[in-house]
């Protein structure tokens, strides 16, 4: 199912489809496979695995293959660092995921309340208060006791 409650045929391919062996995967990120599996021991890249234990890499695993590769190569990055900076990615996606989510939901309550205000001054019965414009008056009132009171 995705996230509409509508059910996804179990076929269609996604970025999410563990669709590729370890040889293919590691043509596609120009990467040698035991590199792969280095990369899979480290807990960089977790590919899915058969029920043989075969490793299955989907694209969005190949782009991370290839993510890991530059951030390597090119930006001198050991794999620990690596692997802080894909541990903080996946934790900020998940932080944006959840304030989107509560700001549907914030939004949701807001209309809720207008329609519950918007139902309560619509209950108002206005013709059994009735109401008069009040003039302001300048004048003074001074007030004694009696001696009776």
Known sequence: MDGRGVRRNPYELTDESPVYVISVAAQLSGLHPQTLRQYDRLGLVSPDRTAGRGRRYSARDIQLLREVQRLSQDEGINLAGIKRIIELENQVAALQ???????????????????????VHASYRR????YQDVQQSSALVVWRPGRGE
């Open 127 to 130: 013709d059994l208060v009735p």
């Open 97 to 119: 995921s959840r304030v989107a989510e509560l700001q549907q939901a914030l939004e949701g309550a807001a209309v809720t309340m207008r329609q519950r205000e918007a139902q």
